[in-house]
């Protein structure tokens, strides 16, 4: 009714329902798709998103009349120990909100993800959060080079994935950030590895060819992920 001009276009699709074949299989029923679930359906999504934004609006609506209260009911200095809520909901709000107010932040998630007694997802939120910062303020990557050593591999891992949002700095920065990564190409933990060439390619970072040649070898091409990664690293840094 809104929109009389799309009514031809619509009847394309629509007027007659389109025969569904099964590829590579003569002997298989055709299947109308006006049964069951309409497979190739070229207007589909846009009904979908037209059938939703009322819905997403009313969502909005009551996000934003609820906000005020929520941040009155959290104050900044509570939220740090949010981080490590059971729920992962809360955390992710937790930190989206320490975001929200600003570079002050910062030093919040340095001290969280720092080595303390924080817990291990405390740590992560708060290594998740200082890279969202690390964007407006390099010198924030340094936290994130520090925290490559740590005895927590799943730290280690992290941190190095972090370290791929500085693909923008300089030259000399990047070389920086760059250099303690390449011992964590050997590390034992498989997750560091793959992050750790992962980073080193999106860093450019021509002096890992060696290391990431050894990955791949040493790889043998058991671990698809590893495998991947390693491809990946040598592509984006040489």
């Known amino acids: 009714a809104h929109f009389p001009e799309l009514v031809p276009y619509f009847e394309c699709f629509y007027r007659t ?12 029923p055709i299947i109308m798709s ?24 009313q969502l909005q609506a009551a996000m934003r009349e609820e906000e005020p209260e929520a941040e ?47 817990p291990r997802l405390a740590r992560l939120h708060a290594i998740w959060g200082l890279g969202q ?3 407006q303020d390099s010198k924030l990557f340094t936290t994130l080079v520090a925290l490559l050593g740590d005895d927590d591999p799943e730290i280690r891992a992290q941190a190095a994935k ?27 933990s498989p997750r560091v ?9 999106r860093l450019k970072c021509e002096a890992a060819l060696p290391p990431l040649l050894a990955l791949a ?17 040598l592509a984006e840094s040489q």
């Open 133 to 135: 910062f690390a964007e």
């Open 72 to 118: 009155a009911s959290e104050p900044v200095a509570e939220l740090p120990a949010l981080l490590g809520h059971a729920d992962m909901a809360v955390r992710l709000a937790a930190q989206q909100r320490l975001v929200a107010v600003g570079l002050s932040s910062a030093e919040l998630f340095s001290k969280v993800a720092s080595p303390n007694d924080s």
């Open 17 to 28: 329902p389109t025969p569904l074949r099964v590829v590579g299989s003569v002997h298989a």
């Open 193 to 201: 590895r793959t992050f750790a060439a992962i980073t080193l390619g």
């Open 162 to 188: 972090t370290l791929g949002h500085a693909d923008k700095l300089g030259n000399d920065q990047l070389e920086l950030i760059s250099k303690p990564l390449l011992p964590l190409l050997t590390d034992d």
């Open 217 to 233: 070898r040493d790889n043998d091409n058991k671990d698809a992920v590893i495998r991947h990664a390693a491809a990946f690293g």
């Open 34 to 57: 006006r049964e069951g679930v309409q497979q190739g359906d070229g207007l589909g999504t846009l009904f979908f998103c037209v059938a939703a934004k009322p819905i997403l609006e």
